[in-house]
Nanobody, 120 residues
Framework: QVQFVESGGGLVQPGGSLSLSCAAS????????MSWYRQAPGKQRELVAA???????NYADSVKGRFTISRDNAKNTVALRMNSLKPEDTAVYYC??????????????WGLGTQVTVSS
Protein backbone atom coordinates (compact mmCIF):
# COMPACT_ATOMS: atom_id res chain seq x y z
CA GLN A 1 0.00 0.00 0.00
CA VAL A 2 1.22 3.48 -0.90
CA GLN A 3 -0.26 6.72 0.38
CA PHE A 4 -0.06 10.11 -1.32
CA VAL A 5 -0.78 13.53 0.15
CA GLU A 6 -1.27 16.44 -2.22
CA SER A 7 -1.00 20.12 -1.46
CA GLY A 8 -0.76 23.47 -3.21
CA GLY A 9 -4.01 23.95 -5.07
CA GLY A 10 -5.97 27.17 -5.18
CA LEU A 11 -7.49 29.90 -7.29
CA VAL A 12 -5.39 31.57 -9.97
CA GLN A 13 -6.12 33.91 -12.85
CA PRO A 14 -5.71 32.79 -16.46
CA GLY A 15 -2.09 33.04 -17.47
CA GLY A 16 -0.93 32.59 -13.91
CA SER A 17 1.17 29.90 -12.28
CA LEU A 18 0.72 27.43 -9.49
CA SER A 19 2.78 24.64 -7.98
CA LEU A 20 1.51 21.38 -6.53
CA SER A 21 3.39 19.08 -4.19
CA CYS A 22 2.93 15.46 -3.24
CA ALA A 23 4.57 13.24 -0.66
CA ALA A 24 4.45 9.46 -0.88
CA SER A 25 4.81 6.92 1.89
CA UNK A 26 4.49 3.17 2.21
CA UNK A 27 5.59 0.62 -0.39
CA UNK A 28 7.57 3.12 -2.44
CA UNK A 29 9.51 0.40 -4.25
CA UNK A 30 6.31 -0.61 -6.08
CA UNK A 31 6.06 2.74 -7.87
CA UNK A 32 7.30 2.78 -11.46
CA UNK A 33 6.21 6.35 -12.08
CA MET A 34 4.97 9.12 -9.82
CA SER A 35 2.23 10.93 -11.62
CA TRP A 36 -0.31 13.69 -11.58
CA TYR A 37 -3.85 13.22 -12.79
CA ARG A 38 -6.83 15.52 -12.90
CA GLN A 39 -10.57 15.30 -13.10
CA ALA A 40 -12.72 18.17 -14.27
CA PRO A 41 -16.45 18.31 -13.51
CA GLY A 42 -18.34 15.92 -15.73
CA LYS A 43 -15.18 14.45 -17.23
CA GLN A 44 -13.12 11.34 -16.67
CA ARG A 45 -9.90 11.47 -14.75
CA GLU A 46 -6.93 11.90 -17.06
CA LEU A 47 -3.18 11.67 -16.84
CA VAL A 48 -1.45 15.05 -16.69
CA ALA A 49 2.20 14.14 -16.23
CA ALA A 50 4.34 11.26 -15.05
CA UNK A 51 7.99 10.79 -14.20
CA UNK A 52 9.66 7.42 -13.88
CA UNK A 53 12.31 6.56 -11.33
CA UNK A 54 14.89 7.00 -14.06
CA UNK A 55 13.69 10.49 -14.95
CA UNK A 56 11.68 9.77 -18.09
CA UNK A 57 8.69 12.08 -18.33
CA ASN A 58 5.34 11.80 -20.05
CA TYR A 59 2.93 14.71 -20.50
CA ALA A 60 -0.57 15.06 -21.79
CA ASP A 61 -0.56 16.99 -25.05
CA SER A 62 -2.75 19.68 -23.51
CA VAL A 63 -0.10 20.62 -20.93
CA LYS A 64 3.14 20.15 -22.87
CA GLY A 65 5.32 23.23 -22.67
CA ARG A 66 3.29 24.67 -19.78
CA PHE A 67 3.57 22.09 -16.99
CA THR A 68 6.72 20.56 -15.53
CA ILE A 69 6.85 17.51 -13.31
CA SER A 70 9.77 16.92 -10.99
CA ARG A 71 10.36 13.87 -8.86
CA ASP A 72 12.75 13.55 -5.95
CA ASN A 73 13.48 9.87 -5.41
CA ALA A 74 15.41 10.49 -2.21
CA LYS A 75 12.52 12.35 -0.60
CA ASN A 76 9.71 10.36 -2.23
CA THR A 77 8.08 13.53 -3.44
CA VAL A 78 6.81 14.81 -6.75
CA ALA A 79 5.91 18.34 -7.74
CA LEU A 80 3.99 19.85 -10.62
CA ARG A 81 4.78 23.36 -11.77
CA MET A 82 1.94 24.79 -13.84
CA ASN A 83 2.51 27.90 -15.95
CA SER A 84 0.28 29.76 -18.39
CA LEU A 85 -2.79 28.29 -16.77
CA LYS A 86 -6.04 28.23 -18.69
CA PRO A 87 -9.64 27.95 -17.50
CA GLU A 88 -9.74 24.45 -18.97
CA ASP A 89 -7.04 23.42 -16.49
CA THR A 90 -9.61 23.76 -13.73
CA ALA A 91 -9.96 20.38 -12.04
CA VAL A 92 -9.19 18.36 -8.96
CA TYR A 93 -5.59 17.25 -9.24
CA TYR A 94 -4.47 13.93 -7.83
CA CYS A 95 -1.06 12.49 -7.17
CA UNK A 96 -0.69 8.75 -7.54
CA UNK A 97 1.82 6.10 -8.32
CA UNK A 98 1.70 4.01 -11.44
CA UNK A 99 2.75 0.47 -12.24
CA UNK A 100 4.16 1.53 -15.61
CA UNK A 101 6.76 4.17 -16.41
CA UNK A 102 4.34 6.27 -18.49
CA UNK A 103 1.78 6.71 -15.73
CA UNK A 104 -1.07 5.12 -17.68
CA UNK A 105 -1.67 2.32 -15.13
CA UNK A 106 -2.23 4.07 -11.80
CA UNK A 107 -2.72 2.36 -8.47
CA UNK A 108 -6.32 1.72 -7.51
CA UNK A 109 -6.42 3.87 -4.39
CA TRP A 110 -6.85 7.62 -4.74
CA GLY A 111 -6.37 10.43 -2.25
CA LEU A 112 -8.55 13.48 -1.79
CA GLY A 113 -6.74 15.53 -4.41
CA THR A 114 -6.33 19.28 -4.48
CA GLN A 115 -8.59 21.74 -6.27
CA VAL A 116 -7.12 24.01 -8.94
CA THR A 117 -9.41 26.72 -10.24
CA VAL A 118 -8.37 29.01 -13.08
CA SER A 119 -10.71 31.94 -13.32
CA SER A 120 -10.71 35.71 -13.57
Amino acid sequence: QVQFVESGGGLVQPGGSLSLSCAASGRIFSIAAMSWYRQAPGKQRELVAAESRGGTTNYADSVKGRFTISRDNAKNTVALRMNSLKPEDTAVYYCNGARDVDGTWPFDSWGLGTQVTVSS
